[in-house]
């Protein structure tokens, strides 16, 4: 999964600028590059807050199904197995 949040971070860092510039790169397009990972990484955020509110729905089908899109079973013995959160969504929320 991308890390948009790192991306937008690193095209307005001065040595992501500078980097940039040597490309040819003009303000403008460093503002816009930066402009598409923050907005990517905002609707990443989102998607994720919508599974959580799904996942917490009083309909116990829509709570299923948002509950599997948060959450994957993971082996923890033989014949044992617990939820957790899947990968994506853990990176997504800045746990991994």
């Not at 990484?41 to 989102?46: I, P, R, T, V």
């Not at 917490?56 to 509950?67: K, N, R």
């Amino acid at each position: 999964m991308t890390d948009h949040k790192a991306l937008a971070e690193q095209a307005v860092s001065i040595d992501g600028m500078r980097k940039a510039f040597q490309r040819g790169e003009s303000l403008g397009e460093i503002a816009e590059v930066a402009q598409v990972h923050a907005t990517l990484y905002l609707a990443e955020q989102q998607r994720i807050a919508n599974l959580i509110a799904l996942a917490s729905s009083d309909s116990s089908s829509l709570a299923s199904v948002g509950q599997d899109a948060l959450t994957e079973m993971e082996k923890r013995g033989e014949g044992f197995y617990s939820p957790r959160l899947r990968p994506e969504i853990r990176e997504g929320l800045g746990l991994s």
